[in-house]
DNA sequence: CTGTATCCGAGCCGATACTG
DNA sequence: CAGTATCGGCTCGGATACAG
């Protein structure tokens, strides 16, 4: 019998879970941001731009529950604690690039969907509004760029 | 030529914007589904099994709304609503099974993980809770392995 | 610098009741 | 059958203050 159809069970729980990791607001951000090479706390505070302490805590402690990330603290005055992916969060960069590619690639269209559809139910409220991630500033940050491009099916030569 | 390093500012923005739509609760779940075939409203509640009526509107109307699903009365009676997969909504497959693979081959190792943190940190509260799926009935649902399955790196026979 | 603790608003999501 | 409306709990996530 073919490999097919043997767990689904489990299954569909499996990609729920990695999408109640990944699906917040912050988590893939910080992969991207980490999968250049390890960093520490307030680099990827301010690299971010926009996350509070408190939400980069909570992310880095997720990820570093799950065995994604590795937290090492140098015990000097003042304290430095660099963060970086394990090998096993090195492998999620894979299928990030493909959602990346994805979104990269079909964003236009999406936005255009949803601008035909509200315009043409201008009275129902949308579904659900946005959850904006603040832009990361332009400046320090070849380093998502490098994380994610170069996926395939992504885009042409632009 | 690599086009990496174009437009990041957007490019962060829009995997973001992706995992904002299919990051929730349902979605994926509900494409997954679909992507065996068109269903009605409440085959589709059916087969999920733990979705309320207003969150699989909700999830939908949202799906619609980004140009990923059709919807199409059939002004019968009792009426009839078939839900479908638009070509873009298809093409959206591809990065949910390369996400599929890893979650399914790596689940194992992040489970662990998880016990090895907890049991190293007792007093410490988890970071997020779960956010359990209900498993699908396994009755009626080849259909969501073959959305899936056969993705790459995923699953070696057996 | 790297966190922890607390407060608080906003949204997600389920339960229930009602309509065409 | 396929929704809409309304209520309420709960969690997510930002702001602020404090600690090692």
């Given at each position: 019998?073919?490999?097919?159809?043997?767990?689904?069970?489990g299954?569909?729980?499996?990609?729920?879970?990695?999408?109640?990791?990944?699906?917040?607001?912050?988590?893939?951000?910080?992969?991207?941001?980490?999968?250049?090479?390890?960093?520490?706390?307030?680099?990827?505070?301010?690299?971010?731009?926009?996350?509070?302490?408190?939400?980069?805590?909570?992310?880095?402690?997720?990820?570093?529950?799950?065995?994604?990330?590795?937290?090492?603290?140098?015990?000097?005055?003042?304290?430095?604690?660099?963060?970086?992916?394990?090998?096993?969060?090195?492998?999620?960069?894979?299928?990030?690039?493909?959602?990346?590619?994805?979104?990269?690639?079909?964003?236009?269209?999406?936005?255009?969907?949803?601008?035909?559809?509200?315009?043409a139910?201008?009275?129902?409220?949308?579904?659900?509004?946005?959850?904006?991630?603040?832009?990361?500033?332009?400046?320090?940050?070849?380093?998502?760029?490098?994380?994610?491009d170069?996926?395939?099916?992504?885009?042409?030569?632009?």
């Open positions: 019998m073919e490999p097919s159809h043997s767990d689904v069970h299954d569909c729980r499996a990609i729920s879970d990695v999408l109640a990791r990944i699906g917040d607001k912050w988590t893939v951000m910080v992969v991207g941001l980490l999968s250049d090479g390890p960093m520490r706390f307030n680099e990827l505070r301010r690299t971010i731009g926009g996350i509070s302490q408190r939400m980069l805590t909570l992310t880095l402690r997720g990820l570093e529950r799950d065995g994604l990330v590795t937290r090492t603290v140098f015990p000097t005055i003042p304290p430095r604690v660099d963060y970086e992916l394990t090998d096993l969060g090195q492998t999620l960069i894979v299928p990030l690039k493909s959602l990346f590619a994805w979104a990269t690639s079909n964003r236009p269209m999406i936005a255009a969907a949803q601008q035909a559809f509200d315009a139910t201008p009275n129902t409220p949308v579904p659900h509004p946005p959850r904006q991630v603040p832009n990361l500033q332009a400046a320090r940050l070849p380093k998502m760029a490098q994380a994610f170069d996926a395939p099916g992504g885009r042409n030569g632009r």
